[in-house]
């Protein structure tokens, strides 16, 4: 059904409605899609940083990233990931000025097998933000959900204050370890979920309510719910608004620029879709999983096992671009003279 003109300038607009119901996050480093959108939070991942960092615009913070690595001085090596941890909190600093709540910065997804190297990278990552005069209650530090990445996020958790949002989760066996380690908020994938379907089924379109991705958050918000685990869940990476609006009423959703413009230009009745008082109506049974039942768990879920590997190793392999760029920027100019 249509909309008159008039009535369409009355109704405020998907993304106005759905602030309503659901947290809405920005999943940029672009700062200008920041002031545009406003969202409460913001994420971002090595791939958005390695994007920003090339950008004209940031080119000041790359070089007080370079010229902080520099300055703490060691091998050409230790420079380099010093001046990579700089840039990720001078983009998050710089984030912070721009929204009132927290901003995501993601550990090094090569260390998405290491617990201790993933608390040790973390706790560095909050003392570089400490530095800089930020709280940690302003940063969730993103981690891999191996079981690793979660056993590491319990004990940031538990013992340090340090928030972590769990990223990269695609099985229902991340979500209940994610739980039971008492992490602030969980990143479950909805988007390349339905890649995988599409890439691997017979079928090829989905509606929304069908969407192999938006079935699975949905079964991780009603366990949640049901459960009274006090875990945020927080939907990421989506291909279309249909995904985003079939999600309403959930704790958060973190989308892109190009979907927050789309939301902002359409002008249709939203109408929550989780509620908590339906999570706790549903009949999912609670379970519990130590490390051998959640890797068999996890390993049954082929999509999970396949999507999970290939986002670390594309994370990784950003993260390979961004030190080699910044490589080049710290020592080649200096080959130079």
Wanted: hydrophobic share 40%; glycine share 6%; net charge neutral.
């Amino acid at each position: 059904m249509s909309v008159s003109p008039v009535k369409r300038q009355k109704m405020e607009s998907a993304l106005d409605q759905l602030k309503h119901y659901t947290t809405v996050v920005a999943d940029t480093g672009d700062f200008n899609a920041i002031d545009e959108y406003k969202p409460l939070d913001a994420t971002t991942n090595p791939s958005l940083i390695l994007a920003a960092a090339q950008m004209p615009v940031y080119q000041k913070l790359v070089d007080d990233a370079v010229a902080f690595g520099k300055k703490l001085g060691g091998s050409e090596e230790e420079q380099i990931k010093n001046a990579s941890d700089k840039l990720f909190v001078l983009f998050g600093a710089e984030i912070l000025k721009r929204i009132p709540g927290r901003v995501s910065t993601e550990v090094d997804a090569r260390l998405s097998f290491d617990k201790e190297g993933m608390i040790q990278r973390a706790r560095r990552l909050i003392d570089l933000y400490k530095e800089a005069g930020i709280g940690k209650d302003r940063i969730l530090i993103k981690l891999s959900s191996t079981w690793e990445g979660i056993q590491a996020g319990k004990v940031l958790e538990a013992e340090y204050g340090i928030h972590c949002n769990m990223t990269l989760l695609f099985s229902f066996a991340q979500a209940v370890a994610c739980a039971e380690a008492g992490v602030t908020l969980i990143s479950p994938f909805v988007g390349r979920i339905l890649d995988w379907y599409v890439a691997n089924g017979d079928k090829k379109t989905y509606e929304p309510s069908e969407d192999p991705g938006v079935k699975s958050v949905t079964k991780i918000y009603n366990y949640y719910k049901k459960f009274g685990y006090k875990t945020i869940v927080m939907g990421a990476s989506f291909r279309n608004t249909g995904e985003i609006k079939a999600l309403t009423g959930c704790d958060y959703l973190t989308i892109s620029p190009k979907l927050l413009a789309e939301l902002s230009k359409e002008h249709i009745k939203l109408t929550p879709t989780l509620s908590v008082k339906e999570a706790q109506a549903c009949d999912l049974e609670k379970i519990h999983l130590d490390e051998k039942a959640f890797r068999w768990r996890h390993n049954e879920d082929q999509m999970a096992v396949e999507k999970l590997s290939d986002g670390i190793r594309k994370f990784a392999a950003d993260a390979v671009k961004l030190e080699r760029m910044l490589k080049e920027r710290m020592f080649s100019a200096e080959n130079g003279k």
